[in-house]
């Protein structure tokens, strides 16, 4: 299972860069989790457009999904030109009715995901938990069987996310802000607290991601650090994690 990370700023993405965007790969099989501002225009960097398989989604946030409707256009240009008339499943919950509306178009399908049973999507199984933001939003665990992602998505602190993350090989947290602020209500986590599951989850790899757009991001990385023994990488287009 190889994982890129395409998108990692959190709210808006700094010049020729992303917002949330993260591709998973096992056995030719591809698939695309959120699509954020940006997005398509740096993961044409690393994959082609047409070889996605399928797509999944946290929540309806723009920072999580503003690449949708480019993404649909893409494919509707592509089909034409490419002379085919595959349709792109685009998985995403119900709970907001109009943001999951607008994944179907011409070339792609809206499929809804119930978050209290696990989903098969190619070679991954998936299971989620529900985060602690301002809308809908559901993290992800996600196995080929041989190893385990977990994606946070956006959340503010829970315990709930030791248990999920337990003994996983890579950890991808939302870290949107510093040891010394509180993001409870914005619904993100801070450096430490993202370490202190890491640690007490037995992960083995902690990426953090959703980044904010001030500070020194090496301090995140050196707070969390401070509770988490595993190795800590800081998220940044191009970064791979393959086991």
Known sequence: MKVSVIGYWGGYPAPGSATSAYLLEKDDFTLLIDVGSGALSRLQQYKDIMAIDAVILSHYHYDHVADIGVLQYAWLVQSYLMEHQDILPIYGHTEDKEGFEKLTHEFTEGIAYNPEETLTIGPFTISFLKTKHPVPCYGMRI?????????????????????????????????????????????????????????????????????????????????????????????????????
């Open 143 to 243: 196995t080929d069987g041989d190893s385990v992602i977990v994606y946070t998505a956006d959340s503010s602190y829970q315990d709930d996310w030791i248990q999920f993350s337990q003994d996983a090989d890579l950890l991808i947290t939302d870290c949107n802000f510093y040891a010394d602020q509180d993001g409870t209500g914005a619904g993100h986590m801070t450096s430490r607290e993202v370490g202190m599951i890491a640690e007490k989850a037995n992960v083995n790899t902690l990426i953090l991601s959703h980044l904010p757009q001030y500070g020194d991001h090496q301090d995140l990385v050196n707070q969390a650090s401070e509770v988490f023994d595993g190795r800590v990488l800081l998220a940044e287009e191009g970064l791979t994690w393959e086991k």
